[in-house]
């Protein structure tokens, strides 16, 4: 009777592991399959927002942006003295930027924004962090406009691009 068992488990356990691997592998190619828009995230510094006849476009410089370990690592090959004489990367960040190339991105009516940190009231003494605290795209242009008490366009941004426009822009704290 015991050896009847063992001969309807085994078959039992070895399909239920292959239904398993194969509904894995199902969901994840499905998942793809219909995502059929592209995405790329950006690190970027922003040199001018331009809005014309309703349509806003960023023109920004690709910048690459490493932190903790790696940036340590990037940091050594970039300035192997520099990092000698300081242990790493100073702040846990290090910011690469090989090329002057500006490039014009559209940004989506509906794009959102999140800032660390910016003017809420002229006065430099008022300035504070407020993590992700977000702002409307009308609104981030005032402000990035603004640069008499701390000027925006000194900060790193994280883009996200869906269908060639800006969905999402993130401004990156740095101390």
Known sequence: MFMKKSVYVLPV??????????????????????SGAKSQQLTVYIHALQTDNGATIITADEIQWY???????????????????????LDGYYILNDSDTLSDYPVADNATVSMQIYDHTGNINDLDINWNEQLTLPEFIAQ????????????????????????????QYTP
């Open 13 to 34: 356990l070895v399909l239920l592991f292959l239904s398993l691997i194969t509904t894995a592998s199902t969901v994840g190619t499905r998942v793809d399959a219909q």
């Open 67 to 89: 932190e903790g370990a790696e940036a340590d690592r990037v940091f050594a090959q970039q300035d192997p003295e520099a990092a000698a004489e300081l242990g790493g990367a």
């Open 144 to 171: 990035f406009n603004k640069t008499d008490v701390f000027d925006l366009s000194q900060s790193p941004y994280h883009i996200t691009i869906q269908d060639g426009k800006i969905t999402a822009i993130t401004q």
